[in-house]
């Protein structure tokens, strides 16, 4: 699959993505940003992260896969919630500026 490079300008529109269109989860704000950033900066694809919220609900966090866009790096991952079933919410971020920042894969080619 070929994808295109990420520009300044497809920087500042994705950064106001969140967690907030996951359809799989209950709710996708109690995994702060710091848990995201841990989980694309230090695990690999065979590994995974449970993260416990304050609420008391449960998420798993696995990175699937990493690619280069142009010249940046790129992950996809995943987010469930492992106390309600479902489909685990599918995600793509790209370090920008030395961070994780979640995008539309639409947006990629």
């Given at each position: 699959m070929r994808?295109?490079?990420i520009s300044p300008k497809t920087t500042l529109l994705v950064v106001g993505l969140t967690l907030s269109a996951c359809t799989?989860?209950?709710d996708p704000d109690d995994v702060p940003d710091?848990?995201?950033q841990h989980v694309l900066s230090a695990l690999?694809?065979?590994e995974s992260f449970s993260?416990?919220?304050p609420s008391g609900r449960s998420f798993l966090l696995r990175p699937l896969?990493?690619?280069k866009n142009g010249d940046v790096y790129c992950r996809d991952f995943e987010i469930s919630q492992t106390d309600v079933p479902g489909v685990p919410a599918r995600r793509t971020a790209c370090r920008i500026?030395?961070?994780w920042v979640q995008v539309d894969p639409a947006t990629l080619l």
């Amino acid at each position: 699959m070929r994808r295109a490079a990420i520009s300044p300008k497809t920087t500042l529109l994705v950064v106001g993505l969140t967690l907030s269109a996951c359809t799989a989860i209950d709710d996708p704000d109690d995994v702060p940003d710091f848990v995201v950033q841990h989980v694309l900066s230090a695990l690999t694809s065979k590994e995974s992260f449970s993260w416990e919220a304050p609420s008391g609900r449960s998420f798993l966090l696995r990175p699937l896969g990493t690619f280069k866009n142009g010249d940046v790096y790129c992950r996809d991952f995943e987010i469930s919630q492992t106390d309600v079933p479902g489909v685990p919410a599918r995600r793509t971020a790209c370090r920008i500026d030395e961070r994780w920042v979640q995008v539309d894969p639409a947006t990629l080619l």
